[in-house]
């Protein structure tokens, strides 16, 4: 059965929004330990070149790349986590993934005003 494109690019966005959630949840429950280096999740570039291809044959075999990525100096505990850069990017991530879920309801809407 072949799927709507945008339907499964959304689905696959917000599957990747929520990896990324949980992995700013991590960095944030672990801002004060000691050794702890914030762990990023990137998918946009991989996301992007499936949109200009137009196929969702690679879109299945995206995977979300976790990263190391310190967001400060890190302290003399070895921790790099900076809380307010952590905090900001848990907004900017949840309003993103609020937003495909809005354009996921509205084209379900859509699919189901064509079916009736």
Request: proline fraction near 3%; avoid cysteine.
């Amino acid at each position: 059965m072949k799927t709507d494109f945008t339907v499964d690019i959304l689905a696959r966005a917000m599957s990747m929004r929520l990896k990324r959630h949980g992995a700013i949840a991590g960095n944030i429950a672990n801002a004060e330990t000691p050794g702890y280096r914030p762990q990023q999740v990137a998918f946009e570039d991989q996301l992007q070149e499936v949109v200009k291809s137009g196929s969702t044959d690679r879109l299945h075999n995206m995977r979300a790349k976790v990263l190391t990525v310190d967001d400060v100096t890190p302290r003399q505990d070895g921790n790099s986590v900076d809380l307010d850069r952590q905090m900001a990017g848990l907004a900017e991530n949840s309003l993103m993934y609020n937003a495909a879920a809005e354009f996921m309801a509205r084209k379900m809407r859509m699919i189901k005003s064509v079916i009736s």
